[in-house]
């Protein structure tokens, strides 16, 4: 499924993440090494095998938004702060507003969180039963032009989520 991603590819990468422990674990990776951002080309620090914060970054906040709510509540007694740096709230009521957008519109979004100049947009990745067993994230240029123009990306990036989360069954993750 994420090879089907390649006619996407050019300055962009996608990356297929799932939740561990506390964290985010990019599991495979398709697509550029490096993002050229104002002709400069400037690597990816993220590839397979590499694990993320689970409070920053598109990949990990669309991952968060669908956790059960005691999970969240869990996570949020022990990470407050990480939280609060992440721009996701400084209590839990702003947490839950937070993550409520992001499922809302259905994909998160940063931009220069984990790397100046790019952006990420992430779907999750659904399981039956309503479980989430990661996120889709793609990574690419922030200029303004276009990043707007990638967020026309979503929906097919929502239907790969919904294609691999199919594939995925009842597997555990």
């Not at 920053?56 to 990480?82: D, F, M, N, V």
Request: charged share 20%; aromatic share 6%.
């Amino acid at each position: 499924m994420m090879e089907s991603l390649a006619p996407y590819c050019e300055n962009r990468a996608f990356l297929l993440c799932s939740p561990y422990k506390d964290h985010v674990l990019c599991i495979y990776k398709v697509g550029a090494d490096q993002i050229r951002i104002q002709e400069v080309a400037r690597p990816i620090l993220r590839g397979r095998g590499t694990v993320f914060p689970l409070f920053r970054g598109a990949g990990s906040q669309a991952i968060l938004a669908h956790l059960p709510t005691h999970t969240i509540k869990s996570l949020y007694l022990a990470h407050a702060s990480e939280i609060d740096e992440a721009g996701l709230g400084s209590d839990w009521k702003a947490l839950l507003r937070s993550l409520g957008s992001i499922r809302k519109q259905g994909y998160a979004r940063t931009v220069g969180r984990m790397q100046d100049g790019m952006y990420s947009l992430a779907v999750p990745v659904i399981k039956p039963g309503m479980r989430v067993a990661g996120s889709l994230l793609m990574l690419g240029d922030a200029s303004p032009g276009q990043f707007e123009a990638d967020l026309d990306l979503v929906p097919m990036l929502q239907a790969k989520s919904a294609a691999i989360a199919a594939a995925l069954g009842d597997e555990a993750c």
